[in-house]
């Protein structure tokens, strides 16, 4: 069997399995979301952090939950860090330093998952699974939580209420994710993926140095690290390593994994705004860009430019033999469409139209399908951007979903839109001028630009990929892209509660024959090229100076 005959036919069967798992899981979270009965064991949570989750609250005490909750996990997983060195179970590894200890607590906090260190060789049991595997859950039901929260402001009419902040995170923790991800822990523990909690064995030597290897609770933190679009692994290789991802099977499931959430949601979205049809245009929308930039990027990775390509038969620089270049190529577009950002190949060693495809889609917002909730209620904005444009087009005041998109609502739309290009190109430019963050590059030219510009379109979509080849373990960039993932994961969340929130206290406008059918395909095309044009307007020049221009060159 030829590789691309493999890498299509693989592709055909993820998708046949997301259609599967597309109804029934997509109706179980709208059922999660909207029924009015507590579990025991969600009451016992909600007694033991005094929250009422039967209290409605407006956007402005949701967004207050978003934030405290979230600031109280940056906090504790801050000091997890700092106090390693005297916990049990660190494998005998020391406190992490300040800057790093920050970096990687607002990381694992932002769903962003970015690592700027070696996991096997930093961080103890202690810490991977009370810190980072605890935030892995509760930083992706936050972000299910904002998506959700935003869909009841289309749904729901004369009110400013917006569902509570704490029933649906834990709701989402403990009715989705939890269950999901002991089940696919399971599949990966049978696929070979370890699942110990054993200290450090030396195993040889190579070139004279001893080599070791480390255990860990692998399996299931790989699980909600894929379930959750996370993306930080347990050891620096990350969904390259064989302890993560043992076989083409396991790969193929963790990207099942990655983009299962997403996908549903569109589901959830149809189901609770009582239009099944609208959510399938969604859906379309985010399969339409996915499919075609998979598609692209395989092309790219199978077009064998250059002679060692053409040698090996494809480009195959950094990529693992066990899984070749088609699912090679289906996880670096999902994990990059998907604010997930583990890898299973390095993306700095793809050539540079295909770095370039990982790029553009982080910069498209991560929304097709995108994180768990963030992919939706990034997606949902796009759609009020393009009603409103089809709507200066005709002259009519544009309506989504019976909600009026009025003057305030388009600020809102706009402010989303803007902050993420803001904080990539004003810390790429920063990184480039100044001396100091230059020594970080490993390349020089249009690919060393590329590392720095992967570095902040990374962080600032909470994605946590790396392109390779950055030093990024030093106090610049432990600081400015810690500043970046803060300010990329809360501002847009400021935004789409606030728009939530005018859209709730809404009248719904009855259709007429003049309102756009946004059901249809005719939308869904109009929104995938109002959210390429945008994103090719606002990135361009920088695209051009890196990736362009070294794909071109090549």
Same mark, same amino acid.
């Given at each position: 069997?030829?590789?691309?005959?493999?890498?299509?036919?693989?592709?055909?069967?993820?998708?046949?399995?997301?259609?599967?798992?597309?109804?029934?899981?997509?109706?179980?979270?709208?059922?999660?979301?909207?029924?009015?009965?507590?579990?025991?064991?969600?009451?016992?949570?909600?007694?033991?952090?005094?929250?009422?989750?039967?209290?409605?609250?407006?956007?402005?005490?949701?967004?207050?939950?978003?934030?405290?909750?979230?600031?109280?996990? $940056?906090?504790?997983?801050?000091?997890?860090?700092?106090? *390693?060195?005297?916990?049990?179970?660190?494998?005998?590894?020391?406190?992490?330093?300040?800057?790093?200890?920050?970096?990687?607590? %607002?990381?694992?906090?932002?769903?962003?998952?970015?690592?700027? @260190? @070696?996991?096997?060789?930093?961080?103890?049991?202690?810490?991977?699974?009370?810190?980072?595997?605890? *935030?892995?859950? %509760?930083?992706?039901?936050?972000?299910?939580?904002?998506?959700?929260?935003?869909?009841?402001?289309?749904?729901?009419?004369?009110?400013?209420?917006?569902?509570?902040?704490?029933?649906?995170?834990?709701?989402? =923790?403990?009715?989705?994710?939890?269950?999901?991800?002991? /089940?696919?822990? $399971?599949?990966?523990?049978?696929?070979?993926?370890?699942? #110990?909690?054993?200290?450090?064995?030396?195993?040889?030597?190579?070139?004279?140095?001893?080599?070791?290897?480390?255990?860990?609770?692998?399996?299931?933190?790989?699980?909600?690290?894929? /379930?959750?679009?996370?993306? +930080?692994? @347990?050891?620096?290789?990350?969904?390259?390593?064989?302890?993560?991802?043992?076989?083409?099977?396991? #790969?193929?499931?963790?990207?099942?994994?990655?983009?299962?959430?997403?996908?549903?949601?569109?589901?959830?979205? +149809?189901?609770?705004?009582?239009?099944?049809?609208?959510?399938?245009?969604?859906?379309?929308?985010?399969?339409?860009?996915? =499919?075609?930039?998979?598609?692209?990027?395989?092309?790219?990775?199978?077009?064998?430019?250059?002679?060692?390509?053409?040698?090996?038969?494809?480009?195959?620089?950094?990529?693992?033999?066990?899984?070749?270049?088609?699912?090679?190529?289906?996880?670096? %577009?999902?994990?990059?469409?998907?604010?997930?950002?583990?890898?299973?190949?390095?993306?700095?060693?793809?050539?540079?139209?295909?770095?370039?495809?990982?790029? /553009?889609?982080?910069?498209?917002?991560?929304?097709?399908?995108?994180?768990?909730?963030?992919?939706?209620?990034?997606?949902?904005?796009?759609? $009020?951007?393009?009603?409103?444009?089809?709507?200066?087009?005709?002259?009519?005041?544009?309506?989504?979903?019976?909600?009026?998109?009025?003057?305030?609502?388009?600020?809102?739309?706009?402010?989303?839109?803007?902050?993420?290009?803001?904080?990539?190109?004003?810390?790429?430019?920063?990184?480039?001028?100044?001396?100091?963050?230059?020594?970080?590059?490993?390349?020089?030219?249009?690919?060393?630009?590329?590392?720095?510009?992967?570095?902040?379109?990374?962080?600032?979509?909470?994605?946590?990929?790396?392109?390779?080849?950055?030093?990024?373990?030093?106090?610049?960039?432990?600081?400015?892209?810690?500043?970046?993932?803060?300010?990329?994961?809360?501002?847009?969340?400021?935004? %789409?509660?606030?728009?939530?929130?005018?859209?709730?206290?809404?009248?719904?406008?009855?259709?007429?024959?003049?309102?756009?059918?946004?059901?249809?395909?005719?939308?869904?095309?109009?929104?995938?090229?109002?959210?390429?044009?945008?994103?090719?307007?606002?990135?361009?020049?920088?695209?051009?100076?890196?990736?362009?221009?070294?794909?071109?060159?090549?």
């Amino acid at each position: 069997m030829s590789p691309v005959l493999a890498g299509v036919l693989q592709l055909l069967a993820l998708i046949a399995a997301l259609a599967l798992a597309y109804i029934p899981l997509g109706n179980h979270m709208a059922r999660v979301y909207t029924s009015d009965k507590h579990w025991r064991v969600e009451k016992w949570i909600y007694k033991g952090i005094g929250a009422d989750p039967d209290r409605e609250m407006r956007w402005p005490a949701y967004l207050r939950g978003v934030l405290a909750f979230s600031l109280a996990g $940056v906090l504790f997983l801050y000091l997890l860090q700092r106090l *390693q060195g005297v916990l049990p179970g660190s494998l005998g590894f020391a406190s992490i330093d300040p800057d790093q200890a920050f970096n990687t607590a %607002v990381s694992f906090v932002t769903n962003t998952n970015w690592q700027s @260190y @070696y996991g096997e060789q930093a961080m103890g049991h202690v810490v991977q699974t009370a810190g980072l595997a605890v *935030q892995n859950f %509760v930083s992706a039901a936050v972000g299910m939580a904002v998506a959700v929260a935003l869909v009841r402001g289309f749904a729901r009419s004369r009110t400013g209420e917006l569902g509570n902040f704490w029933a649906d995170l834990v709701r989402g =923790v403990v009715r989705v994710l939890v269950p999901v991800a002991a /089940l696919a822990a $399971v599949v990966l523990v049978a696929c070979g993926a370890i699942q #110990n909690f054993s200290g450090i064995h030396q195993v040889g030597q190579f070139l004279g140095d001893p080599q070791q290897w480390n255990g860990g609770a692998v399996a299931s933190q790989e699980a909600i690290k894929e /379930l959750g679009t996370n993306g +930080g692994g @347990y050891f620096n290789a990350n969904s390259a390593h064989p302890f993560e991802n043992p076989t083409p099977f396991s #790969n193929l499931f963790e990207i099942f994994l990655i983009l299962l959430i997403p996908f549903s949601l569109t589901r959830t979205f +149809g189901l609770m705004v009582g239009s099944v049809r609208q959510g399938y245009a969604i859906l379309g929308t985010m399969a339409a860009i996915w =499919v075609g930039f998979t598609a692209l990027m395989m092309w790219t990775e199978f077009a064998h430019h250059g002679p060692t390509p053409e040698l090996a038969g494809a480009s195959m620089e950094g990529k693992e033999l066990r899984f070749g270049v088609g699912a090679s190529s289906i996880f670096a %577009v999902a994990t990059t469409l998907t604010s997930t950002g583990a890898v299973d190949s390095f993306h700095s060693s793809y050539t540079g139209l295909g770095g370039g495809i990982t790029m /553009l889609g982080m910069m498209l917002g991560e929304i097709a399908p995108g994180g768990t909730g963030s992919g939706l209620y990034g997606m949902l904005i796009m759609a $009020v951007i393009a009603v409103f444009i089809a709507g200066l087009m005709v002259g009519r005041t544009p309506e989504y979903l019976g909600k009026k998109i009025g003057t305030r609502e388009i600020k809102f739309a706009a402010c989303y839109i803007l902050i993420t290009p803001a904080l990539v190109l004003v810390l790429t430019a920063a990184a480039m001028a100044l001396p100091t963050p230059g020594a970080s590059m490993t390349n020089s030219g249009a690919h060393g630009f590329s590392e720095i510009l992967y570095a902040y379109t990374s962080a600032s979509n909470n994605n946590g990929s790396a392109f390779a080849g950055l030093n990024a373990d030093t106090q610049w960039f432990n600081s400015t892209l810690g500043l970046a993932m803060l300010l990329g994961r809360f501002l847009p969340m400021v935004f %789409v509660l606030a728009l939530a929130g005018s859209l709730a206290r809404q009248q719904p406008v009855p259709a007429s024959a003049g309102t756009l059918r946004t059901e249809k395909p005719l939308f869904a095309g109009l929104l995938v090229g109002a959210i390429l044009i945008i994103t090719g307007l606002t990135y361009f020049p920088a695209l051009a100076l890196g990736p362009l221009a070294e794909g071109l060159a090549a």
